[in-house]
């Protein structure tokens, strides 16, 4: 594993960040409005909604962010793939699991849970929009072009030899 020099890294990590903090005033926003529609019922609702939201969105990013860990390495592809794929795949059967287990529970209101749930979702959409918008990313990124253009090289001589002129 080497340090990660993907291009991507800075706009997954100021999505992570960015999403934390609006997590936080989601939450209290689902607290009060939750408590306000069903008393207790609603603030757990609520709270609870917002953090299944927050954590299986930021597993994609996390995924990602470790996957880019082994940026370089021969295996980087399978890596990656595996690391992300398997993070989609894990969330998509906990996120079942935990929606089976919650739905009759006493203890929730699902249409606050529901309404919250979203509320996150579009909350985590909206940043990953304003964060990618906003970051410069290069059109190509990752790569290293040539010194020499192989056309200013005479045949038969390598570039330190016969390079360009330099007026």
Known sequence: MSPSPVTSTPILRRTL????IATVVLAVAAAVVGFVV?????????????????????????SILVANRWYGEPLYVQFFFAIVLGGWLLKLIVF????????DQPWVNPVVLFVSIVAGVLMSLIIDGIVVSTMR?????????PEV????????SSPAQDGPERP
């Open 149 to 156: 253009a192989p056309e200013d090289v005479a045949p038969g």
């Open 38 to 62: 069903a008393q207790e019922q609603g603030l757990v609702s609520g709270l609870l909604g917002v953090l299944i939201a927050a954590v299986f969105l930021a597993i994609t990013g996390i």
């Open 17 to 20: 960040i960015w999403s934390a």
């Open 137 to 145: 990313l290069p059109n190509v990124s990752d790569t290293s072009l």
């Open 96 to 103: 079942f699991l935990v929606i089976v287990v919650l739905k």
